[in-house]
């Protein structure tokens, strides 16, 4: 296992375009989590999930995001209808779940919007 | 106010010197992520301790669960240890993100 994967690594997308991003996290690992970077800020969380249940989501999500894992294996991000703002960093990150575990991260994909 | 919060946000160091980054935390954990991010956005955990103090090389992390404290060492510091550091408190649930101490070390 090379650890937590994303796709695609960049994307540039015309606004008003929908994109999808999809995240493999470390096998067995039920939990997932979702964050959002924009230039020179920390992440920001956006939703998680244990195994295929989301159990939170952020505000920051609108109603154009939508995240789903439905397997509880791999999750898919989506934005609909891009807006400039949407233009940031999407991390995803895994974990074994349970106190005290460690989390891994993917590389990451950067979105721009045009 | 942020649950988490680092000090200092930035910090410019002359390479060599030993750098000490301090994280404080209001959120119940059961551990901490000490996170590194290159520019160009990829993240590499560090560390991830529960209590006490763990080492890697070069770099130093503890934490006192009592005090909600945590920090980061670096000793002899180098220019490639310039990047962004993030603590992330661990609670139950999701990660909660500090804000980041931005280093750069300068040869």
């Known amino acids: 296992d090379t650890g937590v994967s994303q796709n695609p690594r960049h994307k540039i997308t015309k606004r008003g375009q929908n994109v999808t991003f999809r995240c493999d996290p470390i096998s067995e690992h039920n939990r997932l989590y979702w964050y959002r970077q924009t230039l020179g800020q920390g992440p920001e969380f956006l939703t998680y999930f244990q195994n295929e249940a989301q159990l939170e989501k952020s505000r920051l999500l609108s109603d154009r995001f939508s995240a789903e894992r439905p397997k509880g294996s791999f999750s898919t991000l989506e934005i609909q209808r891009t807006e400039q703002g949407d233009s940031a960093m999407y991390l995803c990150a895994s974990s074994p779940g349970g106190s005290g575990t460690e989390a891994f991260f993917g590389q990451g994909t950067r979105l721009t919007v045009v | 106010k942020n649950e988490v919060e680092q000090s200092p946000q930035n910090l410019t160091a002359q390479e060599g010197e030993f750098i000490t980054i301090n994280c404080s935390y209001s959120v119940g954990i059961s551990a901490l992520h000490w996170l590194q991010q290159h520019p160009g956005g990829g993240i590499v955990s560090l560390f991830m301790?529960?209590?006490g103090k763990k080492k890697h090389g070069r770099l130093i992390a503890t934490i006192n669960i009592q005090e909600k404290h945590s920090s980061l060492h670096i000793t002899a510091s180098h220019p490639r240890d310039s990047a962004v550091y993030i603590c992330v408190p661990f609670g139950n649930e999701k990660l909660t993100f500090g804000t980041g101490t931005r280093l750069t070390i300068i040869p």
């Open positions: 301790l529960s209590s």
